[in-house]
């Protein structure tokens, strides 16, 4: 991934999605989940809103008129 304003937002997003699933883990009474598990959230997450937006981006783009 080439690194750009877009690669740095979206990296430091998943390192959020990551201290906040940690956290919460934390406080719960339930089974601590495995690292692997956090990280996996967080990127899931990390996709979804990321390809969310590149539709909504493409969407727009196409219902501009030339």
Known sequence: MPESAEAQ????LAN???REA????????GR???SDEL???????VARDYFAREVSRA???RKRPP
């Not at 940690?22 to 009474?29: G, M, Q, T, V, W």
Request: charge should be neutral.
């Open 39 to 45: 990280i996996s959230s967080a990127l899931d997450a």
């Open 9 to 12: 937002r979206l990296r430091e």
């Open 32 to 34: 601590v989940a495995k």
């Open 22 to 29: 940690e956290r919460l883990e934390a406080e719960s009474n």
């Open 59 to 61: 969407s727009s783009r």
């Open 16 to 18: 959020n999605y990551i």
